[in-house]
């Protein structure tokens, strides 16, 4: 993982808005409909250069393939994997629980889901080993088109693909963790083979606490939580953390989130987990106070704050000053070489979904990279 000594690098989740012909096509092979195979690898590899350029035309230093080819972030890996079918009727978010006016008005503005919800229901295993070089190609192929700082590529976690895809055949839980660790295994490794950043997505650690795991009491949901990262240490412990980047968050959706789990409550686990960066959430407005968790905590010397300066779930512009702010902050909390400014979360978690229109996303990037350069002269003088 590159970092700076002389400025603050900007990076950002992962995911970023599809255009309306690549989501048209995610959803109909989501579907089952038919497509011409050639033509949807062409217009993938076409939409990973595009949206790569479009990365570095804004200034970001380290850049994603934004997921492009997936349709969601937790839920793609039923296209790569075995073991899945059925339907998972999920139940509504606890803070949405309540509000089902509210969860009609929010079909309006994100649009409808795109994606299904399966569950486990046979023994896993990998039936195409192929999607993910596909992926890194054409990420290499759109890379040679710029110059960026360094490039990452996100992958699913066991613990967010469990609680999306919830276990109906393996005797516990922990089992079923075990079982998807052990074939994310070839896919972690892959992207660190192709010589790029591994970022593992964990929304498991936080988000899960009132959506998939909402039956559990907290400390249940707590010791579920450690057995994850457990797990996820396994999966990785053939790649370097310094490789290896992971993200937390508590849903990129504009709700009250009001029963969001504490962050000085989930701590402890997710510095437990091996990746050098952590990405999490610390602009919005349910999380914006929580830098003095961090400024509190026991942060080992060789973690990296991936802090998120920007919001991801409204159409709101930053002010790049405030990003400065905020980076700024952070920076007092473990120096100014372990900071890298990013973004709460994804803005294009699922293809086809979510409220930020997607010129406004990269409006926002830019504020992002602009607010690093206000924090880099303010920081190193």
């Known amino acids: 993982m590159k970092l700076s000594t002389s400025h603050i690098l900007t990076t950002h989740v992962g995911s970023l808005p599809r255009t309306g012909p690549i989501t048209e096509l995610l959803i109909r092979k989501e579907k089952g409909e038919p497509y011409d195979q050639a033509e949807f690898d062409k217009?993938?590899?076409?939409?990973?250069?595009?949206?790569?350029?479009?990365?570095?035309?804004?200034?970001?230093?380290?850049?994603?393939?934004?997921?492009?080819?997936?349709?969601?972030?937790?839920?793609?890996?039923k296209d790569r994997l075995a073991g899945f079918g059925g339907e998972n009727q999920a139940k509504p978010h606890l803070d949405m629980r309540d509000h089902p006016d509210l969860r009609k008005?929010?079909?309006?503005?994100?649009?409808?889901?795109?994606?299904?919800?399966?569950?486990?229901?046979?023994?896993?295993?990998?039936?195409?080993?192929?999607?993910v070089h596909q992926d890194i190609a054409n990420f290499r192929d759109a890379l040679k088109q710029v110059k960026v700082a360094d490039a990452f590529m996100n992958a699913a976690s066991p613990g967010i693909v469990s609680s999306f895809q919830p276990n109906q055949y393996y005797p516990t839980h922990d089992a079923y963790i075990e079982a998807i660790a052990a074939v994310m295994e070839e896919e972690y490794e892959a992207i660190h083979a192709a010589g790029f950043?591994?970022?593992?997505?964990?929304?498991?650690?936080?988000?899960?606490?009132?959506?998939?795991?909402?039956?559990?009491?907290?400390?249940?949901?707590?010791?579920?939580?450690?057995?994850?990262?457990?797990?996820?240490?396994?999966?990785?412990?053939?790649i370097p953390a310094t490789a290896i980047r992971m993200h937390i968050c508590w849903g990129n959706y504009e709700g009250p989130h009001d029963h969001d789990i504490a962050l000085e409550k989930i701590m402890r686990v997710v510095l437990k987990a091996?990746?050098?960066?952590?990405?999490?959430?610390?602009?919005?407005?349910?999380?914006a106070h929580e830098?003095?968790?961090?400024?509190?905590?026991?942060?080992?010397?060789?973690?990296?704050?991936?802090?998120?300066?920007?919001?991801?779930?409204?159409?709101?512009?930053?002010?790049p000053e405030l990003v400065a702010q905020r980076i700024e902050r952070f920076a007092e909390i473990v120096g100014r070489e372990r900071v890298l400014?990013?973004?709460?979360?994804?803005?294009?978690?699922?293809?086809?979904?979510?409220?930020?229109?997607?010129?406004?996303?990269?409006?926002?990037?830019?504020?992002?990279?602009?607010?690093?350069?206000?924090?880099?002269?303010?920081?190193?003088?």
Not at 49 to 70: F, R
Not at 212 to 238: I, P, T, Y
Not at 346 to 359: L, M
């Open 274 to 287: 091996k990746p050098q960066a952590i990405s999490f959430e610390a602009s919005n407005p349910r999380h």
């Open 197 to 238: 950043l591994l970022q593992v997505d964990c929304p498991d650690l936080a988000m899960s606490r009132h959506t998939g795991f909402q039956d559990l009491s907290e400390a249940e949901f707590l010791q579920r939580a450690e057995q994850q990262v457990e797990m996820l240490n396994h999966a990785l412990r053939n």
């Open 43 to 77: 217009a993938m590899h076409d939409a990973v250069v595009d949206v790569v350029k479009k990365q570095a035309a804004t200034g970001i230093d380290v850049v994603s393939d934004g997921e492009t080819s997936k349709i969601g972030y937790a839920t793609y890996i």
């Open 341 to 381: 400014a990013s973004s709460d979360c994804g803005f294009g978690t699922f293809a086809g979904y979510g409220k930020v229109d997607p010129d406004i996303a990269y409006k926002k990037l830019k504020s992002l990279v602009d607010g690093a350069a206000i924090a880099t002269r303010r920081l190193w003088g």
């Open 105 to 131: 008005r929010m079909v309006a503005f994100t649009g409808p889901q795109t994606f299904k919800r399966l569950c486990c229901i046979g023994p896993i295993s990998i039936t195409d080993h192929e999607a």
């Open 291 to 319: 830098w003095k968790v961090w400024r509190d905590a026991k942060i080992p010397d060789d973690k990296v704050l991936m802090p998120g300066v920007i919001d991801s779930s409204t159409n709101f512009v930053e002010h």
